[in-house]
């Protein structure tokens, strides 16, 4: 099983950058999954997340309107699109993987590898 994401990197403040975590080794059809980031120092926190087909989303007050969650269940693929970012978007990003058809439940079978994101001038 393996959760990978990918696509972080250094933006300017206002910027945008569009996340990707690439899955395998499980039905991915059958999960929904949860975007998660940590900053140094801080706990970790949900960002956002997506049900098994894609049909429904939902997002935390710190990134609502400016991010968007979407998945390609014919290519094991999950996208987090992010706009306007700010420097206290600054974190390691990495998505999580739950057994479940609706929204996740934090009761998460797979967590996954993540990829650095540092919003700063």
């Known amino acids: 099983v393996q959760l990978q994401a990918s696509g972080g990197g250094l933006v300017q403040p206002g910027g945008s950058l569009r996340l990707s975590c690439a899955a395998s080794?499980?039905?991915?059809?059958?999960?929904?999954i949860g975007w998660f980031r940590q900053a140094p120092g801080k706990e970790r926190e949900a960002v956002s997340c997506i049900s098994s087909d894609g049909g429904l989303t939902h997002y935390e007050d710190s990134v609502k309107g400016r991010f968007t969650v979407s998945r390609d269940n014919g290519r094991n693929i999950i996208y987090l699109q992010m706009n306007n970012l700010k420097s206290e978007d600054t974190a390691v990003y990495y998505c999580?993987?739950?057994?479940?058809?609706?929204?996740?439940?934090?009761?998460?079978?797979?967590w996954g590898q993540g990829t650095q994101v540092t919003v700063s001038s």
């Open positions: 999580n993987a739950e057994s479940r058809r609706g929204l996740p439940r934090g009761l998460y079978n797979y």
């Open positions: 080794g499980f039905n991915f059809d059958d999960y929904a």
